[in-house]
């Protein structure tokens, strides 16, 4: 490995070379060096598993690594360098452009002709690069000059282009699960040369759990917790046993990880709408919660409220269309923290209210017919005959006024006549369109 490559990586992966420097982070230090230490993610790379056995091989294909802050991607990545005879070469999308990547871009190409060795090219925050700057991966990757491993926190689909995904096999890093940061957290407190097991601290099992939740399944955040709590209050050369109180103190309140502008936020809004499509107040009322928790605007909340009034309750019952409006008009008057009582009562009145697409659908399908028969002439006696010319062509002839005649108002048709006879708004156990007591049903 050339040392210009290798001080780069030095300096993302700052304890991979020396990992029991002290002056590092809890969780630099505690950075799995194996695949045996890599815990939590053993549905990707557990013995045996493809992508594993492809590391392990030397034959890794080019990878977007995909996955919340603290599950393990940069890790992966340093493992890849440890276990790869390719020149692995860390970027971070952050600190450096477009210009840099051209020269390590150039510089793959002459390793490669020179040595035949490949470039593996870690490119962490690959998402910061906008679609544009991304095209530039294209032909590096396209001819095999580089193998790209890229990291993301957002979703591949919204922020990678098309033509580097389908080039890249995307890695999925699932949060940690509890056991996995209860396992993380026992290693980093008995580990004497890389952890605190020369500090003779002991958390009782309550501060453990609350340690664990505060990292909600991020591994970095439970350990930067964990080394900012003994730092509070373990005593040099002391055994110390740090209890729940004392980390709640410390640790004061965790928010909840919520990103506004990237998967969480349609993750969450998602399941808030369909708690509420299928009627469970219970689910609806958590998602608010959760989405209130992290920061969501309020607003965004009230403006989905009202689609969903219309599109998933309709004339089921029109009154849910009012108390959405009303509740995010008190809202922007109210404001927050109060206006969370408003949502919550508008939340499950529209959960528990009965539900009906009906006039969504309706759309669709008229919508559809509109795009695929193109623009089909207004049946003569719809128009209105606003000139004497107008009335000479026929224009409003036949027409049947509703007031004068409801019946017959009702069967003239309304449609082109390519469509006649076509129905869009159908209701379930609806009385048929010519009964006596449709004609004044509430739809």
């Given at each position: 490995m050339e040392s210009s490559s290798f001080q780069s990586q030095a300096d993302l992966f700052p304890n991979q070379e020396h990992p029991d420097n002290r002056q590092a982070p809890l969780a630099d230090r505690m950075r799995p060096q194996d695949f045996e230490d890599f815990v939590g993610q053993e549905d990707v790379v557990g013995e045996g598993?493809?992508?594993?056995?492809?590391?392990?091989?030397?034959?890794?294909?080019?990878?977007?690594?995909?996955?919340?802050?603290g599950t393990g991607k940069t890790t992966l990545a340093g493992l890849i360098a440890k276990k790869t005879q390719a020149a692995f070469v860390p970027f971070s999308a952050v600190l450096s452009g477009v210009p840099e990547l051209r020269g390590l871009f150039k510089t793959?190409?002459?390793?490669?002709?020179?040595?035949?060795?490949?470039?593996?090219?870690?490119?962490?925050?690959?998402?910061?690069?906008?679609?544009?700057?991304?095209?530039?991966?294209?032909?590096?990757?396209?001819?095999?000059?580089?193998?790209?491993?890229?990291?993301?926190?957002?979703?591949?689909?919204?922020?990678?282009?098309?033509?580097?995904?389908?080039?890249?096999?995307?890695?999925?890093?699932?949060?940690?699960?509890?056991?996995?940061?209860?396992?993380?957290?026992?290693?980093?407190?008995?580990?004497?040369?890389?952890?605190?097991?020369?500090?003779?601290?002991?958390?009782?099992?309550?501060?453990?759990?609350?340690?664990?939740g505060y990292g909600n399944g991020d591994a970095r955040a439970m350990l930067t917790g964990l080394e900012f709590v003994v730092g509070q209050y373990a005593a040099p050369g002391t055994p110390t046993i740090i209890e729940q109180p004392q980390v709640e103190q410390a640790l004061k309140q965790k928010a909840l990880r919520y990103d506004s502008d990237g998967e969480e936020h349609y993750n969450l809004i998602s399941a808030f709408i369909k708690s509420m499509r299928d009627s469970d107040p219970d689910?609806?009322?958590?998602?608010?919660?959760?989405?209130?928790?992290?920061?969501?605007?309020?607003?965004?909340?009230?403006r989905r409220m009202i689609i969903f009034a219309s599109e998933d309750i309709g004339n089921a019952?029109?009154?849910?269309?009012?108390?959405?409006?009303?509740?995010?008009?008190?809202?922007?008057?109210?404001?927050?923290?109060?206006?969370?009582?408003?949502?919550?009562?508008?939340?499950?009145?529209?959960?528990?209210?009965?539900?009906?697409?009906?006039?969504?659908?309706?759309?669709?399908?008229?919508?559809?017919?509109?795009?695929?028969?193109?623009?089909?002439?207004?049946?003569?006696?719809?128009?209105?005959?606003v000139t004497s010319l107008m009335k000479d062509l026929d224009y409003g002839k036949d027409y049947l006024y509703a007031h004068d005649d409801p019946r017959g108002a009702k069967n003239q048709t309304h449609l082109p006549k390519e469509l006649e006879g076509r129905r869009y708004y159908r209701l379930k156990d609806s009385p048929p369109p010519d009964d006596e007591e449709g004609l004044n049903a509430p739809w």
């Open positions: 598993h493809p992508l594993r056995v492809a590391i392990e091989h030397d034959r890794v294909p080019s990878l977007i690594l995909w996955g919340p802050p793959a190409q002459q390793r490669q002709r020179v040595s035949g060795q490949r470039t593996l090219l870690f490119v962490d925050e690959i998402h910061r690069f906008n679609k544009a700057q991304q095209d530039a991966f294209l032909p590096y990757v396209e001819r095999g000059d580089i193998t790209l491993i890229g990291a993301t926190t957002q979703n591949p689909s919204f922020e990678i282009i098309s033509p580097l995904l389908s080039r890249s096999m995307v890695v999925v890093l699932k949060p940690l699960s509890q056991t996995a940061l209860g396992n993380i957290l026992e290693r980093a407190l008995a580990d004497p040369e890389r952890g605190l097991g020369t500090a003779q601290v002991t958390l009782t099992p309550a501060a453990k759990h609350l340690l664990i689910g609806a009322l958590y998602w608010l919660a959760r989405m209130l928790e992290g920061g969501e605007d309020p607003k965004f909340i009230g019952d029109p009154q849910a269309l009012l108390i959405a409006s009303a509740v995010f008009q008190a809202v922007e008057v109210v404001g927050l923290p109060e206006a969370q009582i408003n949502l919550a009562h508008g939340v499950t009145y529209l959960a528990t209210a009965p539900k009906s697409n009906a006039s969504y659908a309706a759309l669709l399908v008229a919508k559809k017919d509109a795009k695929e028969k193109g623009n089909l002439p207004v049946p003569l006696h719809l128009r209105n005959a």
